[in-house]
């Protein structure tokens, strides 16, 4: 425990450095030396404190450093190396999900659903220890439809009926019973209908009113498509067990129907769909899981970029409030310069665009400077020296 003198001496000696810190730093630092096990003294505490403020000097950038570039540079030559291999198995081998470069490029194109969407539900300490009642939830959650539930339907065109047969194990698996789905089916808009059991999992649906086959058969098709429970986008819910706790991992994802669940830890849900983040929990929200997703795409390939490097990517798609792709149609193409719109993609349309609206080209950012051969506003060029002769 730190004693109450050295707590003193803590506070007096982050008063001192608060014009050399950021706020946030001071405060964790404060945390993390009143919090400590370690008994210290003030020769330690001098140490900590002058050794965080060694360290945050030394990651501050110089005026004038090309911090973009540098960023660019930092991901473009480790992502030379990523592998092309698409998927693998998601800690379980029924769900697959997109890795490596197709994964980076989903995440700096801004797609606006992922290839492989996937969620993980954290549940709160009521339900997280037992398996039974993190089944009940995956089944609350996971999309269920006629089509999941039966082994066979047929089409009878000589009394306009449908058979449809129930699969029990898949009624077991799902949590419905065959009188749910005989419920669900006699509010459908069918129609006059009349509804005979042939067993306790068989059943016929006669059509009074439908004379053709056409009709029929849609009838069919809007049967196996009828939803009996869960929310839309989850095709799978599969319980697995992290640690001590039991988890949700899906195939699909609907951030916004899944945190009405009783029984859903709100505050650690995890998705890989960042327009589903952004629209959900807003844009810094977003800013938060694009550099998360960044980073782990580039470990998972034995990558190392320093996070600030990552960090600078996602303020750059999420600056505006909205979540942007780096190109064209995103950061690129908004750039306020002409020329460096032009020096990226379809050049002729851009300088066709630019003359008929008459655009103004200022050359205040790097492209448009070199293009035209003067110094660029970075590193030494952003130094102006003006020099008085003494002229006799």
């Given at each position: 425990m730190v004693s109450d003198y050295i707590k003193s001496y803590i506070e007096k000696s982050l008063e001192q450095i608060k014009d050399k810190l950021p706020n946030k730093v001071?405060?964790?630092?404060?945390?993390?030396?009143?919090?400590?096990d370690i008994n210290l003294t003030e020769s330690d505490v001098d140490k900590i404190i002058d050794l965080a403020v060694k360290d945050y000097q030394e990651s501050l950038i110089e005026p004038g450093e090309a911090v973009g570039i540098v960023s660019a540079q930092s991901i473009g030559e480790p992502g030379t190396q990523m592998t092309l291999r698409t998927f693998h198995f998601a800690g379980i081998r029924e769900l697959n999900v997109t890795l490596g470069l197709p994964r980076l490029i989903e995440i700096v194109d801004a797609r606006k659903t992922p290839s492989t969407p996937i969620m993980t539900i954290y549940l709160?300490?009521?339900?997280?220890?037992e398996k039974e009642k993190a089944l009940e939830i995956a089944r609350k959650i996971e999309y269920t439809k006629i089509e999941n539930v039966i082994s066979s339907i047929s089409v009878d065109i000589t009394n306009m009926s449908i058979t449809i047969q129930l699969d029990e194990e898949m009624l077991k698996d799902k949590g419905v019973d065959p009188s749910s789905v005989k419920k669900i089916i006699s509010k459908l808009k069918l129609g006059k209908i009349r509804i005979e059991d042939i067993d306790d999992y068989t059943f016929t649906i006669y059509f009074e009113e439908i004379d053709n086959i056409s009709a029929l058969f849609k009838m069919r098709e809007k049967l196996l498509n009828t939803k009996i429970k869960g929310i839309k986008g989850i095709r799978r819910a599969i319980v697995q067990k992290k640690g001590d706790e039991y988890v949700i991992i899906t195939d699909g994802?609907?951030?916004?129907?899944?945190?009405g669940i009783k029984g859903v830890d709100v505050n650690k849900i995890q998705t890989n769909n960042i327009h589903e983040i952004a629209d959900t929990f807003g844009i810094e929200a977003a800013r938060e899981a694009i550099a998360r997703e960044i980073k782990k795409v580039l470990e998972e390939?034995?990558?190392?970029?320093?996070?600030?490097?990552?960090?600078?990517v996602a303020d750059i798609m999420t600056r505006t409030g909205v979540v942007r792709q780096i190109g064209r149609h995103g950061v690129t193409g908004e750039k306020s310069s002409v020329l460096a719109r032009a020096a990226f993609e379809v050049t002729v349309k851009h300088l066709l665009d630019a003359a008929a609206r008459g655009d103004v080209e200022e050359f205040k950012g790097v492209v448009e400077n070199i293009i035209i051969g003067q110094p660029i506003r970075l590193g030494t060029g952003i130094v102006e020296l003006t020099m008085r002769l003494n002229v006799r």
């Open positions: 001071i405060q964790d630092l404060r945390e993390t030396l009143l919090n400590t709160t300490d009521e339900y997280k220890y994802s609907n951030l916004e129907g899944v945190i390939q034995g990558l190392d970029v320093d996070m600030r490097h990552i960090l600078l």
